[in-house]
């Protein structure tokens, strides 16, 4: 490691615990006692401890399930997974369970096939990590993963209005990410009854992404959206090439010729102090801001040199703790 690259480690480290320990998993390859005892800080101090105080005493944040965005219990607990916060963290587990009540009803509920049926895939997505990251035992969530197989377009993704639009044959690139970081986080813990089946369908949906070059029409070589190639950070619902990039990091996939336009511009973006900045942030309510928008982003730098130790090196956390 260059003094550069020391420096830029170095300011990593001066942030949040939500980074420094993923900074220590991911890139410094910490014995795993360290980053995990760092991690533990994420529910008492900065950023996670700041939004668990948020909570109100009916478990929900912000006044409501899923909106107002952003402050709503699904997207605040969303950030609390990407922080790391621990996962039997009890105030995260009843919101967590507040949101499958509202989504599916209360378990028993006979009901429930029909509230699965008609709730945007997307949401079932996200019900489903957060439910499997926080560790919840519960029917309701148990019928997730198959359900999501289920719905899984002839094309390998996922499309939220498929409950609305019968007629839908093409997948929503939001939706498809959305669904896959429900289906990793299932994945990660393993011994699944349907692990076999659930890695092929995440398989199918990387390659959907890959066909499109993350970014591209299929008929016409254009971007589809400019929105996509921005450096956003938190993502929310969104999709955009970095996020989709590090799902693939992630998933410790191949290494795809497919994905070097991507990766190029992911290059270009870097800053001369070698950080990445925060390009754009969606509009809404917050309650602080983690970073500045404009400025250099310990999120954006951390999940850039993460992506880019995989496509350099063919490493990636999961093939570690496969090893």
Known sequence: ????????????????????????????HAPEAEWQAERQKTATEGWGAAFLSHQAEDGIWGGG??????????????????IGLPQYHPAAQRGTEVILDHFFGLPGDPKFPLHLERLDICLTGMALQLGTYFQLSDPRLEALPGYLLKTQLADGG?????????????????????????????????????????????GRALELLLQHGLFRSSRTGEVISDHFLRLTHPCRWFYTIFR??????????????RLQESITILEERQLKD???PAQYRHAGLRYFDMEKTGKPSRWNTLRALRVLRWWEKGWSFQEQKSG
């Open 158 to 202: 996922w499309n939220c209005r498929l409950g609305r639009d019968k007629d839908v044959h093409h997948s929503s690139f939001h939706t498809t990410l959305n669904v896959l970081e429900g289906i990793r986080q299932v994945l990660e813990l393993g011994d699944h009854p349907l692990q076999a089946e659930l890695r092929a369908a995440e």
């Open 274 to 276: 070698g950080t990445w």
């Open 65 to 82: 399930v899923y909106s107002p965005k952003w402050i709503s219990s699904t997207y605040t607990l969303l950030t609390l997974v990407e």
């Open 1 to 28: 490691m260059n003094l550069y690259q020391e420096q830029v480690m170095e300011w990593l480290m001066e942030g949040d615990p939500a980074i420094r320990w993923q900074v220590m998993r991911d890139l410094s």
């Open 244 to 257: 989709a990039l590090d799902t693939f990091q992630r998933a410790g996939a191949a290494r795809d010729s």
